[in-house]
């Protein structure tokens, strides 16, 4: 009766032939290189040593420990693990590192299946915080990689020419980005269509994104009408409307005070200077090769490919055109536009009390939807009976304007 042991010795291993009839070891040397890498284990593989030079000169190897190779194994097969839930830090953190060190997430067909992996076992360690501002090729290649981020507190999307109907808006409001505190949109060309399309999903599920404190919607046209559809960001505490179509009035502060809370900062704030917002986390190299990879793609076909996949999947194509053809904010431009901040802020109590008083609202109306209610319901005349104003064509829910159901029927 023979039976086979393999064992690795000084680098090798070779099949140890046990014979009980005669107590004879006979070894048996591996099979030739010929043969497939993939199927034959007993070939040795490059990556399973780490190649060095001693002090004369001359090339040693010595091989990786059994971890190292198991690590390297289950980071180029990720796409077939099931879940990482469950597993320590340490070891999802080498494992990404391994990823990445392999150009897996380079992979478009593995990428979106193996950051989800991630993310749902270690939330904002994988990514915390994404700066993108001004890189709106990377958005558009990579959008399908960049949802898999579920656990983001800072996203700077500053200059990526998403326009009116872009399909990041639906998932900036979604259950995965409810943890997201700052948001940055300016410079986008989004009009107040942008905001009702952003808004519109939380206010029609009557839901809020209880912990957003800062929105940037600055150098985008944008009506100072449009600021009631911030009403479902209840801890909004910095907004930025500078270099919109909003000008800084007695109306315009008592718009944002009576809707959201905010008073105008006389001081610029130091928060959307974007110096502070930057890609943190395991993936910030992740983020890195995906722009390397894609500048290496010739720059005209690219902007081609981006301009065909924007008109195909819009069906704008005069609106997506504009904004394809429109160049990014320099930062000269911003500085030029310095001359007024339209930064405003949460209010200290003690000191708005005392020094701003509170804009009356007799004085301006605020062009919201709640004001239409007294409209809605009938006024009172003075004999005491109510004058309805005959129904609507269309019965309107509550908080919802004639806007929005033109919107939602046009889905």
């Known amino acids: 009766m023979d039976s086979s042991v ?17 107590q004879s070891i006979i070894l048996a040397q591996p099979k030739p290189a010929t043969s497939c890498r993939r199927t034959n284990p ?5 990556e399973h040593f780490i190649f060095t030079y001693n002090e004369e000169g001359s090339l040693r190897y010595t091989t990786k420990s059994l971890f190292d190779i198991t690590l390297l194994f289950v980071a180029n097969n990720i796409q077939h693990v099931d879940s990482l839930v469950g597993f320590p830090e340490q070891i999802g953190d080498k494992l990404f590192a391994a990823a990445e060190e392999n150009r897996v997430f380079l992979n478009p067909d593995v990428s979106p299946k193996a950051l989800k992996l991630f993310t749902d076992a270690y ?48 998932h900036l409001t979604s259950t995965p980005l409810a943890n997201l505190i700052q948001l940055f949109l300016g410079g986008n060309h989004l009009s107040d269509v942008a905001l009702q399309r952003l808004t519109l999903p939380l206010r029609m599920m009557q839901k809020k994104l209880d912990c957003l404190q800062l929105l940037d919607i600055s150098y985008n046209p944008i009506s100072e009408r449009a600021l009631r559809y911030l009403k479902c960001f209840p801890k909004l505490l910095k907004l930025d409307a500078s270099a919109t179509n909003m000008k800084l009035d007695a109306g315009l502060r008592t718009t944002v005070w009576n809707l959201l809370g905010l008073i105008h900062s006389d001081r610029p704030l130091e928060t959307f200077d974007h110096s502070g917002c930057k890609t943190e986390g395991w993936a910030e190299q992740v983020v890195n090769q995906w722009e390397t990879s894609g500048l290496q793609v010739p720059k005209q076909k690219r902007v081609e490919e981006l301009r065909a996949s924007a008109l195909g999947f819009f069906g704008r194509q005069r609106f997506i055109r504009d904004a394809m053809n429109t160049a990014p904010l320099t930062g000269e431009q911003l500085t030029e536009s ?21 804009p009356s609202a007799r004085n301006h109306q605020v062009p919201s939807s709640c004001c239409n209610v007294n409209k809605r319901k009938g006024k009172s005349s003075k004999d005491g009976t109510s004058h309805h104003s005959p ?21």
């Open 6 to 22: 393999y064992v690795r010795e000084r680098g090798s291993l070779r099949r140890m032939t046990l014979s009980w009839h005669n």
């Open 42 to 46: 007993l070939v040795l593989r490059k």
């Open 123 to 170: 939330g904002e360690n994988v990514l915390g915080s994404l700066c993108l501002r001004n890189r709106f090729p990377l958005l558009h290649e990579r959008i399908d990689e960049i949802k898999m981020f579920h656990s983001l507190k800072s996203l700077d999307l500053f200059g990526c020419r998403l326009g009116d109907y872009h399909e990041i808006f639906q």
């Open 338 to 358: 310095n001359a007024e901040k339209l930064h405003f802020c949460k209010p200290v109590t003690n000191d708005f009390t005392k020094e701003t008083p509170v």
């Open 391 to 411: 129904p609507s064509k269309r019965s309107i829910s509550s908080g919802f304007t004639e806007e929005d159901l033109d919107l939602l029927s046009s889905y």
